[in-house]
């Protein structure tokens, strides 16, 4: 976990942006001197108005209805530098199917936690004694959900969020503060984020005496007061579909050490889908995914303060196409790949697999760009990683079971093909695995390259060099993953995906026609 970090921008200049828009138009003034001929000239025909290039959003007229028996609550408006909004805030639990429609006058309030139904239990049938409550919450392409504070989303086992944008209205979750345009570049920290939980296997079981990846390993999720938890022994679970979406500014503190990632999943199973999904600026990690069985695709995490990517607790993955990028002097690892503790080497162990990834380091503030230990099995193939700091190294490997291979679910150390590195050191000792170790690890792969130069453009766009490395089949790995022309996240012919959804910051600008991560972006 990392410290937490909070901006808030006072003063006149926050002031005045909080009461008159952006894109408001100041007609010019008039001056100089006039003469009156005679006879007199017929009066001048007015001025055209000019045409305003952006209108500031008016609030709806009130709440939608919901199928819920608990309904939206209209509580007032709030106002930003684009407009004024309707404020529906949600209930503290939905306990039937619902859907938040669109509305370019309404912005979604999380007061609190807000659950999405009840959970399940970790057997889907009810054997365990607990009942299926179906709930499905849907979010409409364009919708913008806020909160503060401690609020965070909670999709219970047997519900689903299926929040699916599209490319030119995404679905976003931020802050109050980014409505009320008070934000910049390092402003994180401000609400939860979004958990989904599933009955998938994980394990670092809390109960004592339980078999990991068993229907009776259950795990807690971090920091909720009430209980929220994941795990079970139905691999393919589903807790929704999530694509095109951004979720901003989150990391807020919820009890003691433990604070929520921007997107937080728990023994989550291969049914979920993840497709162009990105983290902006998590006072925490970017993403984290606790157990369970993850396919993700177009996968994006900015700003994150602490790791970009942290794997845990025996999750079985497949990442293609990731960008992650480290605000300059912020951030811990780009990936963190499970703990080391009491449950190392446990089965299910954790097996990650990255095909076509853009990582850029820049934190010069921490040990390592990528560290794997307690008994991960992983792979990252077709993928570049820069340090920009210069003083980061690129890999580390801690444990001596990280490397070796004692059990059927283990496939041994590491795994890198077609990956190159940028870095001024490539290779650092960790616990019980030397620098010298790891190198031999990298060398056994195919078309690896420690001694890279990259050619990258627009931060994260393959250059000349990007584009001259052979490429490694990933469909050797999983069925999931497609096979790629080149390595690196955005490539030719692969380079449009970043448009459209994303919003631009100081990190990185993802496409001149979107809005910044400081503004709300708006839809007619």
Do not use: H
């Amino acid at each position: 976990m990392t410290i937490l970090f909070r901006t808030l921008v006072l003063g006149t200049s926050a002031l005045a942006l909080a009461s008159c828009g952006a894109d408001e138009i100041v007609s010019p003034g008039t001056g100089g001197d006039i003469t009156i001929n005679n006879p007199p000239a017929p009066a001048p025909a007015p001025a055209p108005t000019p045409t305003p290039t952006s209108t500031l959003v008016t609030p709806a007229a009130g709440c939608p209805t919901i199928s819920n028996p608990d309904q939206l609550v209209n509580d007032g408006t709030i106002t930003g530098p684009t407009g004024e909004y309707r404020v529906c805030t949600m209930p503290a639990r939905f306990t039937a199917s619902s859907t938040l429609p669109f509305n370019r006058g309404i912005l979604y309030r999380m007061n609190g936690r807000v659950d999405v139904g009840t959970d399940g239990g970790p057997a889907p049938d009810g054997s365990d004694g607990a009942t299926d409550s179906n709930v499905n919450l849907t979010i409409e392409p364009g919708v913008r959900v806020y909160a503060a504070g401690s609020s965070f989303l909670m999709v219970n086992r047997g519900n689903r969020l299926t929040a699916v944008g599209t490319q030119s209205r995404p679905i976003i979750f931020t802050s109050r503060d980014n409505v009320q345009g008070l934000n910049n570049d390092s402003s994180s920290g401000q609400w939860g984020g979004i958990v989904l939980a599933g009955r998938a296997p994980v394990t670092d079981c809390i109960a004592p005496g339980a078999t990991p990846g068993s229907v009776n390993c259950e795990r807690q999720v971090e920091g909720a007061a009430q209980p929220a938890l994941f795990g079970g022994a139905t691999r393919n679970d589903k807790s929704g579909d999530l694509a095109y979406v951004q979720i901003r500014y989150s990391g807020f503190v919820l009890s003691g050490d433990n604070e929520l990632q921007a997107l937080t999943t728990g023994g989550t199973g291969t049914g979920t889908t993840f497709d162009r999904v990105m983290s902006y600026n998590s006072s925490d990690d970017g993403v984290e995914f606790f157990g369970g069985s993850v396919n993700a695709t177009r996968l994006i995490v900015v700003g994150a303060e602490d790791d970009s990517l942290d794997t845990d607790t025996g999750v079985k993955a497949n990442l293609q196409f990731v960008i992650a990028v480290q605000r300059a002097g912020v951030g811990d690892t780009i990936i963190e790949a499970d703990s080391s503790n009491a449950f190392n080497n446990s089965t299910p162990r954790q097996n990650t697999q990255i095909s076509n990834a853009t990582f850029i380091a820049n934190s010069g503030t921490r040990d390592q760009a990528i560290r794997i230990r307690g008994g991960a099995d992983y792979a990252i193939v077709n993928s570049v990683l820069v340090d920009r700091s210069g003083s980061t190294p690129c890999l580390r490997i801690d444990n001596s079971e990280t490397i070796q291979t004692t059990g059927d679910d283990e496939l041994g150390a590491p795994r890198f093909n077609s990956f190159v590195l940028d870095c001024a050191t490539d290779f650092r000792n960790g616990s019980n695995v030397t620098a010298d170790q790891t190198q031999g690890i990298f060398n056994a792969g195919t078309n690896n390259n420690a001694n890279f130069t990259n050619t990258l453009s627009m931060t994260f766009v393959n250059g000349a060099n990007e584009n001259g490395v052979a490429v490694f089949n990933p469909t050797a790995l999983s069925s999931f993953f497609t096979n790629p022309t080149n390595i690196g996240a955005v490539y030719p012919g692969n380079d449009t995906w970043i448009n459209g959804w994303t919003c631009n910051s100081a990190a990185a600008t993802f496409d001149s026609a979107v809005s910044a991560c400081t503004s709300l972006p708006v839809y007619s």
